[in-house]
């Protein structure tokens, strides 16, 4: 926020190309037979929890990316090694940005406006559930975040490693049906992309499904795994001459 | 006085790939096959360190300097080697131990470049859990000793150097550490800023007792601050003392500057040792073990023709410089 233009560019910016997916979305939907076992009104509020989603998520990490590959390239990250902290905690914290207001405000009215258009009622439940779900999605992304920043720290630059990250999580932006029978139950128990989007939205919807327990659990395994990376990746970290 | 640092047979090796030529095919084919050498970065260095020194450690560009501050302040892991810093081994409690030591390094900044420095100061307070009446007493202090009221308002981007480097050394001051590293803090600054630096440093070590480990090229620092140096060379440790008896090493020395009526032919000067010379002046050095001084000037005045002369002891850069390229054993 320190410089202004920039921030409110960013926050238009952002508004603005996070109207597209959703868009796109509702195309393929009119203009094809549509998903199996969704009809359009929920496929936007899938949209609009997707957006939600990637709006704390980028405000949380998007600036981590950049920061990181920083740091590590010029020898920088000593000085994260210097505080009486985790290094992890402090990378992490300091990708914050609010740049991606836009994102989550579009994503949140998007959803309030489809829960009123289809009239439903949400228990207490759903709704512990719902912010469990959200909760595990943004888990599940940290453990990609943890790990890129660990193949940093041993490749010192390999930012396309961290795209290959970014396309890969694109499978967690279509329902489940799309998929096929096996790599549907992979997407909610082993590499549970589902827990992103797809899950929330069903319990919005109350179709409730067990396997959103599997999904939250495996995403806070993958965090646990990808930390015990980080920490062995750290004994590796060679600085830079100076 | 009992030890703080205590450095035991600390080796760090580094693979460095190797490139035959530069160029764009030569880049390609590193891409398929790479060359890598062990450079040995510290090489079987030991050392201690006395509470409430002020310790220099110096040494040319790429001795392994910097790759000891780095192990010692538990960045780096080492080869092989033991390390005891006020109990800790700095790598392996890495977390426990850096809230008790500062670190400044003069080439990288601890600040937030777009915030105000009194943000990082803040941001420290949470860091370290400084109690609200120390970090308001430290500031106070801070501010005060190198006038930085105003400077520690403005964003860090908008610092000269000098005043950027009061606030890093404060932000490493802040949580008052027993123990401070100092990597190369008065670079790049004028002679002034580097006072203020240097009499900061002394008073903090009076004041507090706080234990300084130094590294710097100016030798100036070195004199001003240091009992003893450490000088280290290709890794590798090549005086640990006092700089007094490093500088009677070569007391016996005496540098003769003379300048010249008219220019002379250099086969006037060959009976002489010379430092350095041009067609208008010499310098020459004198060894009081094999002559006498007076002899030598009677010498001077005989053969040659002297407008101006300026006699004086060998300086500490030119011993640094000497020990550096190896002259001379230690």
């Known amino acids: 926020m320190q410089y202004r233009f920039d921030f409110i560019a960013g926050i238009f910016i952002s508004l603005f190309a996070s109207c597209v997916g959703p868009l796109f979305q509702y195309f393929i ?16 509020l899938f949209q609009g929890i997707l957006l939600t989603y990637v709006g704390i998520r980028d405000m949380i990490y998007a600036g981590v990316r950049g920061q990181m590959m920083g740091i590590v390239r010029k020898g920088d990250f000593d000085r994260y090694l210097l505080k009486p902290f985790q290094p992890i905690v402090l990378i992490l914290a300091g990708g914050f940005s609010l740049n991606s207001i836009g994102t989550l405000l579009m994503g949140l009215t998007i959803m309030v406006y489809s829960i009123s258009v289809m009239g439903l009622s949400i228990s207490i439940l759903q709704i512990i559930l719902f912010f469990l779900c959200l909760m595990g999605g943004l888990i599940f992304y940290s453990s990609f975040v943890v790990l890129n920043c660990a193949i940093l720290i041993m490749t010192v630059n390999s930012g396309r490693i961290w795209d290959v990250f970014d396309s890969i999580l694109k499978f967690a932006e279509y329902p489940a049906e799309i998929f096929p029978k096996a790599t549907r139950v992979a997407f909610m128990t082993v590499v549970p992309f589902m827990v992103i989007a797809y899950f929330p939205t069903q319990v919005l919807l109350d179709r409730i499904d067990v396997k959103l327990f599997y999904a939250l659990a495996v995403s806070v395994v993958f965090l646990l795994a990808s930390l015990g990376i980080w920490n062995k990746c750290l004994k590796r970290y060679t600085s830079a001459g100076g | 006085m009992e030890n703080i640092i205590k450095v035991e047979s600390l080796n ?20 398929f096959k790479r060359e890598f050498i062990k450079v040995s970065a510290v090489a079987d260095v030991s050392f201690s360190i006395k509470k409430g020194e002020i310790r220099g450690l110096i040494g040319p560009n790429g001795a392994g300097k910097s790759t000891i501050i780095k192990i010692i302040s538990g960045i780096l892991y080492p080869s092989s080697g033991a390390v005891t810093v006020m109990g800790y081994t700095p790598w392996l409690q890495r977390q426990e131990y850096v809230k008790n030591i500062g670190v400044v390094f003069g080439q990288k900044s601890q600040l937030a470049w777009d915030l105000p420095a009194i943000d990082t100061f803040q941001l ?29 308002k403005k964003p860090v981007r908008q610092l000269s150097l000098g005043e950027r480097m009061k606030c890093e050394l404060v932000c490493a001051l802040l949580h008052e550490p027993p123990l401070i590293y100092l990597d190369e ?24 007792k706080t234990t300084f480990i130094l590294t710097t090229h100016d030798m100036d620092d070195i004199e001003d601050l240091c009992e003893k140096v450490i000088i280290i060379n290709k890794g590798t440790i090549v005086y640990n003392g006092e700089l007094e008896k490093l500088k009677a090493l070569f007391s016996k020395k005496k540098v003769i500057d003379v300048k010249f009526l008219h220019p002379v032919s250099p086969d006037t000067l060959e009976s002489f040792k010379i430092v350095s010379k041009d067609t208008q002046s010499a310098k020459l050095e004198v060894n009081l073990e094999e002559t006498n001084l007076q002899d030598e000037i009677y010498r001077i005045f005989d053969l040659l023709p002297v407008y101006d002369i300026d006699i004086s ?10 020990i550096y390229t190896e002259h001379i054993p230690c």
């Open chain 1, 29 to 44: 939907f009119t203009q094809t037979k549509g998903y199996p076992g969704w009809n359009v009104r929920q496929i936007v």
């Open chain 2, 12 to 31: 760090r090796s580094f693979k460095v790939t190797k490139r035959e030529k530069a160029g764009l095919i030569y880049s390609i084919k590193s891409l």
């Open chain 2, 124 to 152: 420290n307070k949470k860091l370290y859990h400084i109690p609200d009446e120390i970090y308001e007493k430290n500031i106070e202090y801070f501010k005060e000793l190198l006038s930085l009221e105003e400077v520690i």
């Open chain 2, 185 to 208: 803090p008065t670079i790049g600054l004028d002679i002034i800023s580097k006072q203020i630096i240097r009499d900061f440093i002394k008073r903090i070590n009076k004041e507090k």
């Open chain 2, 313 to 322: 002891s060998i300086d500490i850069e030119e011993v640094i410089k000497e």
